[in-house]
């Protein structure tokens, strides 16, 4: 197969047009073209007067001819090179430990998965009673639970990495019910409805290969022992303490926790696990009419309904020296508040693979130094979220209803009141620069709704080049340790601590 970029289609020219274009293309009229396949769409709304549709595509034909090949991403399974290996453990069923569970099954390890939260159909019903009465269930809710912080979200599957397992990972997300234009949209993304449905089958595909599930389990504590190599002592895993009290033996742990498992880092920290302070965001969810960035992209805001609800991403440099940018960008979707902890809020957005509601939000976040948290412990980071996320608790009325503002008042507000000072005045001083670059952005008619402080990790916990931590066997990995900012990115880190464990030797 043959790769080319660049093909373009007006809004009103079908995709059977694509051979015809490629001949053009290649100024090859003649050419025999026996096969073709979309491997990327995107939109060019440059020119609102004149939009394009634009591909990358595959295709194969009887002649060679002077043109790229089509890489090969077929993933290809590695083979454990150990024996009567016990059970690899994996903590957490999000989609860093979810990934590697799957790989783990698939090369025969029989993976157990420990998820302190509910399986998505329970987990479905303690949210809807969050959100309905503010029944806040610590072990099952919006952070915890079957599918991790994403499956309540928008489902965002675009990435700033590169790596060859990527294409594994919308496969899996395909085939599990994502639907086939997962696998070429510039900016795929799955929706809360459907992702419900893609995690329990990937459970179900875990399952039938041999894996196990324990849903309502916590990791609770490390059992360690000391290791004798090359001459030197080192701890190694032998097991998982458990929140029943019960011990677990293995000798691989996978900690795939997720970013709100505070409880996790401080055990880890107790327990000798080194990790450091890490960068983070924070800030507000920005709310305006969809509608109105559909007019600003599009020109013409029915455009919409072929092309689907328009997206944005922009950024500010401070004079400060800090950065504010837009970030988990929901188009048609609604701002949701997701505390995982009694007297905390934190907000995040939410949408479902049509995203044909009213409104577009989006995080509108400042960056957080380490230096801003006051502290040299390395869970110092935590305590600044939680600081907060409790004063936006509080502001709210102390009932989980979130504060809310609008960008014209924002400066005197309860909103600004419950982030830091540095945060308010980067926001303010990048607000009219972001309404040049999409007109309306800073409309005081804006809504404003705080605050957002889980955007990644404030911690990391430091691994090797064999994505082990200072214990034999114990990898830290996915989002919560520091690994990945996003769906794909841990799924594809769980993959590569699977290819660690099969390659492993005793």
């Known amino acids: 197969m043959y790769r080319i970029h660049q093909i373009k289609l007006g809004l009103d020219e079908e995709k059977r047009s694509i051979p015809y274009k490629i001949k053009k293309k290649l100024h090859l009229p003649g050419l025999a073209i026996t096969d073709w396949k979309i491997v990327r769409e995107s939109i060019d709304a440059r020119h609102k007067e004149n939009i394009k549709l634009v591909y990358t595509v595959d295709f194969a034909c009887r002649e060679t001819i002077r043109c790229a090949q089509a890489p090969d991403l077929t993933y290809v399974l590695p083979e454990p090179v150990r024996e009567n290996a016990r059970q690899p453990v994996v903590t957490g069923f999000g989609p860093c430990g979810m990934f590697c569970a799957l790989i783990l099954a698939e090369a025969g390890m029989r993976p ?80 809360t409805d459907v992702l419900c449905q893609v995690v329990r089958n990937i459970r179900t595909k875990i399952l039938s290969l041999g894996g196990e599930i324990r849903f309502g389990t916590r990791l609770d504590g490390l059992k360690t022992a000391v290791s004798s190599q090359s001459d030197t002592s080192s701890s190694r895993i032998e097991g998982a ?37 890490k960068p983070f965001s924070i800030g507000v969810r920005i709310v305006h009419p969809q509608h109105m960035i ?35 960008m929901c188009p048609g979707g609604e701002v949701v508040v997701t505390s995982s902890a009694p007297g905390e809020v934190v907000t995040n957005g939410m949408s479902n693979r049509r995203r044909d509601g009213r409104f577009a939000n989006s995080a509108l976040l400042v960056d957080v130094r380490v230096s801003d948290f006051g502290d040299d412990h390395p869970l110092a980071g935590i305590a600044f979220q939680q600081k907060y996320e409790h004063l936006a608790y509080e502001a709210g009325g102390g009932d989980y209803t979130a504060p809310e503002t609008t960008w014209g008042m924002f400066a005197s507000s309860k909103v600004a009141q419950c982030l830091p000072p540095f945060a308010v005045e980067a926001i303010c001083e990048a607000m009219p620069h972001l309404g040049k670059k999409l007109k309306g952005f800073d409309d005081p008619r804006a809504r404003m709704i705080g605050v957002e402080t889980r955007s990644s990790s404030p911690v990391r916990l430091l691994r090797d080049a064999h994505l082990m931590a200072p214990v034999l066997g114990l990898y830290p990995g996915g989002e919560g340790a520091g690994y990945a900012g996003g769906i794909v990115s841990a799924a594809v880190d769980g993959i590569r601590i699977a290819e660690a464990i099969l390659k492993r030797e005793a």
């Open 294 to 328: 559909n007019r600003v992209q599009y020109g013409d805001p029915t455009l919409a309904e072929r092309l689907g609800a328009a997206e944005y991403k922009l950024s500010w440099h401070c004079s400060s020296g800090r950065g504010v940018y837009t970030f988990c």
């Open 241 to 277: 303490v458990l929140s029943d009290g019960s011990l677990l033996r293995t000798d691989d742990l996978i900690l795939a926790m997720g970013h709100s498992a505070r409880d996790t880092f401080r055990m880890l920290w107790e327990a000798g696990i080194p990790m450091e302070q």
């Open 112 to 191: 157990i998965v420990l998820e302190r939260g509910q399986a998505v159909e329970q987990r479905t019903r303690d949210v809807a009673a969050f959100r309905a009465h503010g029944r806040l269930d610590p072990e099952s809710n919006f952070q915890f639970g079957e599918g991790g912080a994403g499956t309540f979200s928008d489902g965002k599957l675009t990435t700033g990495i590169k790596d060859k397992r990527i294409r594994k990972v919308l496969e899996e997300f395909a085939e599990a019910g994502g639907g086939e234009d997962i696998l070429y949209k510039q900016h795929p993304h799955l929706g």
